[in-house]
């Protein structure tokens, strides 16, 4: 590695995990699973960070473009939907690479960027025609808890920015039925007629805006889904979210760093309350929107955070 930036990475690509992942909307994780590859580092520090280990922690290991291009290659034949590229904005020009790569090879699975929100314009449009679906989040309209939880005063407005060309490029979302093998298709299972088929409605082109709710933060939610149901209506999804979980108590999960600027936010070290979260969701009903996907009553705990050992 060269030089650092503030991402904590260098100019070559490093992955922390490439596997099948359920959790997703189920627009993105079907049946199969979805083929999400982790990248290490990130550009926010975010101190309530769910991934910190690999944010933060710098755990992954170096990759070609023409090895992530292979990994894109092997997700599939594990029977991914789409390859989900989590964390990526740092490493956007070795990607396009990968992604070109493939692509020559005759690679056709959508191609998802899973990011946080806070991208420059000038990024994003060298990801013109190769990404198929943007899922960013857009966690904060509040400036004041975009300072004090992420160190970016001014993501309110970079994320508006970022959505806008996101949206530019891929508009309305595609969602297809589908009837899918459940599990891979393997030369064997095709041979003796193949597997058992499901149904499933799966996106092949869009916009899906995440935004996780977190303790205290009823007030931002309801700004957040406001101006995206005034800026885009139904013409995107909005994903609310109620998966935070407190790393706080949790014995090397976070730096002494971390662990030290969490301790002037005590509302960051318990769960969103069933209470906070149903005041959020009620906004959304009150506004009549209907491409929205919440998550169960208790969609939060360390074992949705996976093992980053590649
Ligand atoms: S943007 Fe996501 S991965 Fe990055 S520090 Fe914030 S929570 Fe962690």
């Not at 706080?248 to 662990?259: F, H």
């Not at 969103?272 to 209907?290: A, C, I, P």
Request: aromatic share 10%; glycine share 8%.
């Amino acid at each position: 590695m060269n030089g650092v930036g503030f991402c904590g990475e260098g100019s070559s690509i490093r992955i922390a995990r490439a596997a099948l992942h359920q959790w997703e909307e189920p627009v993105i994780s079907g049946v199969r699973g979805s083929g999400a590859i982790f990248f290490t580092g990130c550009n926010l520090k975010c101190i309530f960070c769910q991934n910190a280990a690999i944010s933060e922690k710098g755990s992954g290991r170096e990759i070609t473009p023409e090895a992530l291009a292979d990994m894109f290659f092997f997700l599939k034949e594990q029977g991914a939907h789409n390859i989900n590229l989590v964390t990526p904005t740092h490493f956007a020009p070795g990607i396009c690479e990968a992604i070109n790569i493939a692509k020559g090879k005759g690679f056709d699975l959508p191609f998802i960027y899973n990011s946080s929100g806070y991208e420059s314009v000038e990024t994003l449009k060298t990801l013109e025609g190769l990404i198929d679906v943007y899922l960013p989040d857009f966690k904060y309209l509040d400036e004041k808890k975009a300072t004090a939880y992420s160190c970016a005063c001014d993501y309110p407005e970079i994320a508006k920015a970022a959505i806008a060309e996101m949206y530019r490029q891929v508009g309305k979302p595609v969602i297809v039925n589908e009837a899918v093998n459940a599990e891979a298709q393997t030369p064997e299972s095709s041979a003796d007629g193949g597997n058992a088929t499901e149904e499933v409605f799966l996106i092949k082109k869009g916009l899906i805006v995440r935004h996780l709710v977190l303790p205290l933060g009823v007030k931002n939610a309801c700004r957040v889904i406001d101006y995206l149901a005034e800026t885009y209506g139904d013409d995107i999804y909005i994903s609310i979210m109620n998966q935070y979980t407190p790393l706080y108590n949790i014995p090397g999960a976070l730096r002494e760093e971390q662990i030290k600027r969490l301790e002037a936010y005590k509302e960051l070290q318990r769960k969103v309350t069933g209470l906070e979260y149903d005041r959020v969701l009620q906004h959304v009903l009150d506004l009549g929107l209907e491409n929205v996907f919440i998550q169960e009553d208790d969609a939060s705990g360390e074992m949705y955070i996976p093992d980053w050992n590649l």
